[in-house]
């Protein structure tokens, strides 16, 4: 299945990334989940952020990172989600759940796109 082209001639690291989250988004919703916020970050430095916060047609609210390489000449993409990176988007998901007064089920999980080939890995790793 042909996805998009990461290797983009002349494409910023921001045009590429902002390729693959409509990647993963559009394979998300495709898979039934529905788009609750975009790129969504905690105030200050140092904080964290969350690519795409969906939600299942059960209710649980799922935090996804997106993650993309060209190839794989340098490890996969999923490989790159890597425990600092886990910290942050749990915090990240930790301040933007204070806005529910009664959180819903949540789960992490990594849209991982190397090259042409996208792979959704549900529960990747926990809040700890």
Known sequence: MALLNL?????TTRVRGN????AALTHLQAAGLT???????????????IDLVMRERGGTLVFVEVRARADT?????????????Q???V???RHYLMRHP?????????VAIDGNH?????AAFDAQ
């Open 73 to 85: 000449s340098h490890g996969g993409a999923a490989a790159t989600v890597g425990a600092v990176k």
């Open 7 to 11: 290797k983009l001639s002349g494409a």
């Open 35 to 49: 788009l609750v916020e975009r790129n969504y970050r905690t105030p200050g430095r140092g904080g964290g952020e």
């Open 91 to 93: 915090l990240a998901a």
């Open 87 to 89: 910290r942050r988007i």
């Open 118 to 122: 996208i792979e959704w890995l549900k």
């Open 102 to 110: 009664s959180p819903p089920p949540c789960r992490f999980d990594v």
């Open 19 to 22: 390729a693959a989250e409509e």
